[in-house]
Nanobody, 119 residues
Framework: QVQLVESGGGLVQAGGSLRLSCAAS????????MGWYRQAPGKQRELVAT???????NYADSVKGRFTISRDNARNTVYLQMNSLKPENTAVYYC?????????????WGQGTLVTVSS
């Protein structure tokens, strides 16, 4: 079994920064794509940023230039650096990872970490 462990959420003032981390619990889990999604109260879950095994990245328009997704393949970890945070960025942030464990394809979600941006 593989689990994703998220960390790094919290309360920050508008204009501040946070870095989220998401680590897979097994090093033999071969990861393909990694990404971050968020869900604000009363809204649907939406894509924030993704990165592929080849290093390509994709961002929601609302976070371009402020958020940066990166990955450490040796640690099976994905990061989301969030700068110039705005109150509308308040949400529960979830990491999403897909890959293979042996012959099994897995798509996993983290438990979510709350980011609260105060005005």
């Amino acid at each position: 079994q593989v689990q994703l462990v998220e960390s790094g959420g919290g309360l920050v003032q508008a204009g501040g920064s946070l870095r989220l981390s998401c680590a897979a619990s097994r090093s033999d889990f071969s990861i393909n794509a990694m990404g971050w999604y968020r869900q604000a109260p009363g809204k649907q879950r939406e894509l924030v940023a993704t990165t592929t095994s080849g290093g390509s990245t994709n961002y929601a328009d609302s976070v371009k230039g402020r958020f940066t997704i990166s990955r450490d393949n040796a640690r099976n970890t994905v990061y989301l650096q969030m700068n110039s945070l705005k109150p509308e960025n308040t949400a529960v942030y979830y990491c999403n990872v897909d890959g293979t464990l042996g012959s099994r394809y897995l798509e996993l979600w983290g438990q979510g970490t709350l980011v609260t941006v105060s005005s």
